[in-house]
C-alpha cells in the first residue's frame, strides 16, 4: 500500500535503523517491502529514486532504488527521460557498504555537480561527494544473500538511501562542508541561505 513520505523535522528521519530478522519477521517484512516499493513507483512531482524504510515511518534497515541498470555504470550521470523508461524497482534488506572507492565525487562533470534531493526535505538540492562505486552487501526479498558494486549515479542513490538508515540526511553534508544549497522555483535551481538548514532539524 502507499504510504504517505515523512518530511523534517519528524524525529524518526533522524533515527538509527535496526537489523530486519529476516527469519522470525519475515512475512511482516514482505508486507513493509510491498508498501516501500509502492510508495516510490507510484510517486510522482516529483518522482523518487530512492525510499528508505525511515521514509515511511519504519526505523528498519531496508530501502529500496527505482533505476534503470545502465545508471550502474562508471561516471553515470542522472538518467535521461528515455532510461527512465527502463527503471527497475529493487529492495535491498539489511544492507551493508563493504568496501568503497578511495576518491569521491560530485559527479562526472566537476563544473556541473549533480544536485541531490530527498522526498523528504522537498525542494530543496545540493552537492554531496559521494563515493564513485560502493559494494553493497545485502539480502533481497527473495533473501537471496547478495554483494554488488555499484557505480556512478546507482552508486550515490545507494549511499543517499544507506544514510537515511543511519539518520543522516543529505544537508549534512551541506552544513559540514559549507556547500551551496538550492531551491527549485518554477524548474529552476535558485541558490538560497543555506543557514535555513538549521530549522530543518
Same mark, same amino acid.
Given at each position: 500500500?502507499?504510504?504517505?513520505?515523512?518530511?523534517?523535522?519528524?524525529?524518526?528521519?533522524?533515527?538509527?535503523? #535496526?537489523? %530486519?530478522?529476516?527469519?522470525?519477521?519475515?512475512?511482516?517484512?514482505?508486507?513493509?517491502?510491498?508498501? %516501500?516499493?509502492?510508495?516510490?513507483?507510484?510517486? *510522482?512531482?516529483?518522482?523518487? #529514486?530512492?525510499?528508505?524504510?525511515?521514509?515511511?515511518?519504519?526505523?528498519?534497515?531496508?530501502?529500496?532504488?527505482?533505476?534503470?541498470?545502465?545508471?550502474? *555504470?562508471?561516471?553515470?550521470?542522472?538518467?535521461?527521460?528515455?532510461?527512465?523508461?527502463? *527503471?527497475?524497482? *529493487?529492495? =535491498?534488506?539489511?544492507? #551493508?557498504?563493504?568496501?568503497?572507492?578511495?576518491?569521491?565525487?560530485?559527479? $562526472?562533470? $566537476?563544473?556541473?555537480?549533480?544536485?541531490?534531493?530527498? %522526498?523528504?526535505?522537498? +525542494?530543496?538540492?545540493? $552537492?554531496?561527494?559521494?563515493?564513485?562505486?560502493?559494494?553493497?552487501?545485502?539480502?533481497?526479498?527473495?533473501?537471496?544473500?547478495?554483494?554488488?558494486?555499484?557505480?556512478?549515479?546507482?552508486?550515490?542513490?545507494?549511499?543517499?538511501?544507506f544514510d537515511h538508515l543511519e539518520g543522516i540526511l543529505?544537508?549534512? =553534508?551541506?552544513?559540514?562542508?559549507?556547500? $551551496?544549497?538550492?531551491?527549485? +522555483?518554477?524548474?529552476?535551481?535558485?541558490? !538560497?541561505?543555506?543557514? !535555513? !538548514?538549521?530549522?530543518?532539524?
Amino acid at each position: 500500500m502507499k504510504k504517505p513520505i515523512l518530511t523534517v523535522p519528524n524525529p524518526m528521519l533522524r533515527t538509527k535503523s #535496526v537489523d %530486519l530478522d529476516l527469519k522470525k519477521d519475515l512475512p511482516l517484512i514482505q508486507s513493509y517491502i510491498k508498501d %516501500l516499493e509502492e510508495t516510490l513507483g507510484k510517486k *510522482a512531482n516529483p518522482k523518487g #529514486v530512492g525510499l528508505s524504510a525511515p521514509q515511511i515511518g519504519k526505523n528498519l534497515r531496508m530501502f529500496s532504488s527505482f533505476l534503470p541498470p545502465s545508471s550502474n *555504470a562508471k561516471d553515470q550521470d542522472r538518467p535521461t527521460e528515455e532510461e527512465k523508461d527502463e *527503471a527497475v524497482l *529493487a529492495t =535491498y534488506l539489511n544492507p #551493508v557498504i563493504v568496501n568503497t572507492s578511495k576518491d569521491k565525487t560530485f559527479g $562526472p562533470n $566537476p563544473e556541473d555537480p549533480i544536485l541531490e534531493g530527498c %522526498l523528504s526535505i522537498p +525542494q530543496l538540492y545540493g $552537492p554531496v561527494p559521494r563515493f564513485s562505486w560502493v559494494t553493497l552487501h545485502f539480502w533481497t526479498p527473495k533473501l537471496e544473500e547478495k554483494e554488488v558494486v555499484f557505480h556512478g549515479f546507482f552508486a550515490r542513490v545507494i549511499q543517499h538511501e544507506f544514510d537515511h538508515l543511519e539518520g543522516i540526511l543529505f544537508v549534512d =553534508y551541506i552544513r559540514e562542508l559549507n556547500l $551551496p544549497l538550492f531551491e527549485q +522555483q518554477n524548474k529552476k535551481m535558485i541558490e !538560497i541561505d543555506p543557514t !535555513i !538548514i538549521n530549522a530543518l532539524g
